[in-house]
């Protein structure tokens, strides 16, 4: 796992035959624990290496802190999966999408991302996507999932 960088909007010359006298590029980041949003800008100007060119931030997090495992927030949630899942296993992983656990990590040590659904190859190649959906028996199951949860909290 490391921090990635995506180009994801260029501008420059007004025309094909016009050279530009500025461009600005915006980059989308997702920045690896261990990191910051510091040591991120650090790194991108020594990879420039142009003093020239400005790098800004215009808005931005640290990673948000790695939840606990050995608490009984954790063990309520395996609860959860194996209860609804049998035949899966419950591990920690480590998200590196942007997600809310940034805000509710000021108030807990402990925050999930997680997300109750077996979805298809399809269904997870569609989320975010203009026709993003879930079959009706995976949100059944998902809905399972987080009544035992709620029940058992």
């Avoid at 960088?5 to 461009?23: F, H, I, K, M």
């Avoid at 309520?76 to 509710?104: I, K």
């Avoid at 975010?128 to 879930?134: G, Q, V």
């Amino acid at each position: 796992m490391r921090t990635t960088v995506a180009v994801t909007e260029l501008e420059g010359s007004s025309a094909r035959n016009v050279l530009a006298t500025r461009a600005r590029a915006h980059l989308n980041i997702r920045i690896a624990l261990g990191e910051t949003v510091q040591s991120t800008v650090d790194r991108l100007r020594r990879v420039v290496g142009d003093p020239s060119v400005e790098v800004r931030v215009l808005s931005g997090n640290d990673p948000s802190p790695v939840s606990r495992t050995d608490n009984e927030a954790y063990a309520a949630l395996g609860a959860a999966v194996r209860a609804v899942y049998p035949e899966a296993a419950v591990a920690p992983y480590l998200m590196v999408q942007a997600s809310d656990a940034r805000h509710f990590a000021q108030i807990s040590d402990s925050v999930y991302r997680f997300m109750p659904f077996d979805l298809s190859r399809g269904e997870l190649d569609a989320l975010h996507a203009a026709d993003e959906r879930i079959s009706v028996a995976a949100l059944h199951r998902g809905a399972v999932f987080f009544r035992h949860l709620v029940r058992h909290l």
